[in-house]
């Protein structure tokens, strides 16, 4: 079945960088397009940024333009979220997403406290 884990969460300084990663199995990784959200706690889920199948294209949310950076490798069936100046308004819980269905990870919690 499909299955989706993340990890890479942590607390992490005003400033500060952190890279999230989602381990991906149970279906041909490279055939969907993947997507990263976030919820803050009393907030609705958000999305983050969105990748392409194949990596060659990628869409973010304005508050997060310029400062993260989302990727795959299709080798590893990983999807990767670099996130760069790190504020406390990015503190959630962070999802990854898989198109075409309702496919979600558990969650990885990031706080960014100083």
């Known amino acids: 079945q499909v299955q989706l884990v993340e990890s890479g969460g942590g607390l992490v300084q005003p400033g500060g960088s952190l890279t999230l990663s989602c381990a991906a199995s149970?279906?041909?990784?490279?055939?969907?397009?993947m997507s990263w959200y976030r919820q803050a706690p009393g907030k609705e889920r958000e999305l983050v940024a969105v990748?392409?199948?194949?990596?060659?294209?990628?869409n973010y949310a304005d508050s997060v333009k310029g400062r993260f950076t989302i990727s795959r490798d299709n080798a590893k069936n990983t999807l990767y979220l670099q996130m760069n100046s790190l504020k406390p308004e990015d503190t959630a819980v962070y999802y990854c997403h898989r198109h075409l269905g309702a496919y979600w990870g558990q969650g990885t919690q990031v706080t960014v406290s100083s």
């Open positions: 149970g279906f041909i990784f490279s055939a969907y397009g």
């Open positions: 990748i392409t199948r194949l990596g060659d294209g990628a």
